[in-house]
């Protein structure tokens, strides 16, 4: 049996590059679900995407000891792992959110609006600390996440549809 | 043919320098209940860890690392860097389009492959990432096994992280590991027919053969599972079955099964992300026996039916 040989791709994968040397020949523009999605949310670009990465362009240039308390300049997993937290839970028409850097290195997201207080702070890859204030509903919510969203997921569904 | 259970290449034999890095160098051994082939038909195997970034790690580190495993990694090249990955779940599953900040206050850091002499291996490197590739070069490779792949990883890894404190460049805090199986399945004849999943996998069914009087050419899979533990999700295990052309040796049609399992290990320490490597390989043969069929596990000789 003739096995275990290097080959190239015909059609589609997942949009990922696990960082094969021999297999990663070709990607069509078949459309996968994954690529329907992502051409979805491509088009139009959505607001708060445009807002968010002009903002996080602009913190990168921030120093170490950007705030006098010897805090580090924004790491940039952080960063990346924020961005993949949020394209994956923002709808398009979700309101922007003001972003600001968070000591250590990391990154905070806020909105104060519709009676909504929402704060989540990235301060690590996994690791971002949320914090939900619904003043309609008295609803409080305080947690620590991981990889995990479903919190996250709601608040950010309340701002959007209330 | 590629086959099984041979020596390790001997250019890669050859000592290491020994850091002392707070993290034991135990040897690994295959897990009984794992199904076995005596002919797989894997062509490359990738095991990554990703870890934080450190803008204390710059492109001249790349080179001055280079000549620690030059001996056993002569050939050097450039390459487009992975972006970044992790599994947040949510719904619905979307795939991101990955933010690369990196560019914005420094220059991008490339992908270096640090290639063999016979170019199977490869030792990449990246500001994030490292990775080692064993791969099929010729009908002749030998595949070595994930536990000597892993054993040599874990050198590598050990060898940067003490790079690393030399250098004075920081810790390496892993957050990321991700193993990838890369399967070139043909059927032994002369004329194969990628049509014919279902001869490969029992996710495909016979009835997809001929729809509405269509005929089909090429058919493709792609499978997401989640990988939990205490009922928790650490991972994703991606599963795709695709056309592909081999390209070593004879030009021939093969269905490609491709497995990337990718998950967050436990904390930052090279231990836990061993431990997650190994689940996550364990995940893949595991899978691999249940989207495969029995008629695929004859002609690769399964040893094992324990599951």
Known sequence: ?162 | MVRERSRVQSSLAAPFKAYKVGFSMSAYNRPSDLPDYERPPVSEVVLSIQFGSNPQFQIVHAGLYWNLIRDHFPNVSEQTPLAPAFEAFSTPLIETVPFQVQGFVTPPFPRFWFESQDRAYILQLQQDRILFNWRAISNESVYPRYETLRERFLREVQRLVGFFQEQKIGALSVNQCEVTYINSISFGKEQEDTARLDLVTPLWSDKARNIGGLEVERTLIQTVFVLKSNQRPYGRLYVTFRPAVQTVGFLRPVVQLEMTARGSPEDGSLDAAFRLLDQERGAIVRTFADVTTEEMHRIWSRTDVVR
């Open chain 1, 1 to 162: 049996m003739l096995c275990g040989s290097s080959a190239k791709r015909l059609d589609d994968d997942f949009g990922f590059d696990p960082g094969l040397t021999m297999a990663s020949a070709s990607r069509s523009s078949q459309q996968t679900y994954e690529n329907f999605w992502k051409e979805y949310y491509a088009r139009p670009r959505s607001t708060w995407e445009n807002d968010i990465q002009k903002r996080i362009a602009d913190l990168m240039k921030l120093p170490d000891n950007w705030d006098g308390y010897n805090s580090p300049r924004l790491r940039e997993d952080v960063v990346n792992f924020a961005w993949t937290v949020m394209k994956q839970l923002m709808h398009p028409q979700a309101p922007s959110p003001q972003v600001v850097p968070s000591s250590g290195g990391g990154l905070q997201l806020e909105w104060h609006e519709k009676d909504i207080d929402l704060e989540v702070n990235f301060t690590e890859t996994y690791r971002c600390e949320l914090w939900v204030d619904d003043h309609r509903t008295g609803t409080c919510v305080t947690k620590m996440l991981t990889n995990e969203f479903p919190d996250l997921e709601n608040a950010i569904l309340l701002l959007t549809t209330r």
